[in-house]
């Protein structure tokens, strides 16, 4: 199981998760919050320092409904980075086209 506070502008959110280990525990307790339910299609962690407090990155694709969006996270904690990645997605997600920064040439 997994607890879990996540903060949209100033207002604090916490839910709890069960799963099959501590990623997914954490997954469904992010969806418990955001009322989003996300079907991961691929995962991946690959190490961007060394030494015994080395910094894992997570790459994550996740299909909602139909939607598939990608994330990213990186902390010293695997399953903090495999948070943050899951929470790149959903913002990825929900973020309305108008907020996007489109570059434009001279």
Do not use: M
């Not at 902390?75 to 920064?101: F, G, M």
């Amino acid at each position: 199981s997994a607890t879990v506070r996540l903060k949209r502008d100033e207002q604090l959110f916490q839910e709890s998760g069960v799963g099959d280990g501590p990623v997914d525990a954490v997954l469904n307790a992010i969806d418990a919050i955001t009322g989003l339910k996300g079907r991961l299609q691929d995962y991946q962690l690959r190490a961007i320092t060394g030494g015994k407090d080395a910094i894992g990155e997570v790459s994550v694709k996740v299909d909602f409904d139909g939607t598939v969006v990608s994330g990213k996270g990186a902390s010293t904690d695997v399953i903090e980075a495999s948070a943050r990645a899951y929470v790149s997605a959903l913002n990825r997600l929900v973020r309305p086209a108008a907020q996007k920064v489109k570059e434009v040439g001279p």
